[in-house]
């Protein structure tokens, strides 16, 4: 693991809080380890080396891995392995470039045509991203919020586009909740007032100040970890 590995070292030696499971202990570490850098993207995780240096046997860390999959922040890869997930900013900023100028005309196209049924079901994914902690559950949640409001758009390929690239989003968005945590309930439910009234230059804007706060995060997050 190259010189990360010492780094990784000194997250281990320094301790800190208690944990109930040796694989939540572990998954702690590694996350904060990958999220302060010290272990770079493309980082590969082995797990007899990640036994030897947790001084634990393989199955615990076996287990944290794959939580960590589950949270975005690790990657398995045919013959390699596990890998610290490849996520830079520059992919992201194309990402919410593309985003940017999909959505919103995914969304006035869409918005004459949404009715009750669509603005019950915008609540219930609402409240089920309330009751939810799974960062990956929460992305399904995410996209299927969005495209529910997009669905009556009537434009086939303009819709597969859009879910693409809201897929592709997912990476970025479980890396933000790793470390905000917040995913813009405030935002979503100000997005189902606005187009429940009809009024599209809010229901637009508010989709633009949802993406650019969430942009703002993830920015705000590289900033910081090259500043340690």
């Known amino acids: 693991m190259g010189g990360a590995v010492t780094s990784l070292e000194g997250i281990i030696q320094s301790g800190g809080r208690r944990y109930r499971t040796a694989t939540e202990y572990v998954e702690a570490t590694l996350k ?21 240096r947790f001084e634990m046997s393989r ?27 490849e996520i830079t900013l520059a992919d992201a900023d194309d990402n919410f470039a593309i985003r940017s100028a999909l959505e919103p005309q995914a969304l006035r196209l869409s918005l004459p045509h949404l009715g009750a049924d669509d603005f019950a079901l915008a609540d219930e994914v609402i409240a089920e991203i309330d009751g939810e902690t799974d960062p990956a559950r929460m992305g399904e949640l995410n996209r299927r919020f969005h495209m529910t409001l997009y669905a009556a758009a009537g434009l086939p390929r303009l819709l597969a586009l859009t879910e693409q690239h809201l897929v592709a989003a997912d990476r970025y968005l ?22 429940r009234s009809g009024d599209e230059t809010e229901a637009v804007a508010v989709l633009g100040r949802h993406l ?3 942009k703002a995060g993830l920015t705000g997050f590289f900033a910081a970890r090259a500043a340690t």
Do not use: K, N, Y
Request: charge should be negative.
């Open 32 to 52: 904060q380890a990958i999220l302060s850098g010290a272990l770079l993207p493309g980082t590969p995780l082995r797990q007899e080396e990640l036994a030897t």
């Open 174 to 195: 479980r890396f933000h909740l790793a470390t905000d945590g917040d995913m813009g309930q405030a935002e979503h439910r100000a997005l189902v007032a606005a187009c």
């Open 59 to 85: 199955m615990p860390i076996r287990e944290a891995l794959r939580q960590l999959e589950a949270q975005g922040l690790v990657d398995f890869e045919p013959h390699r392995g596990a890998i610290v997930v």
């Open 212 to 214: 650019a706060r969430a």
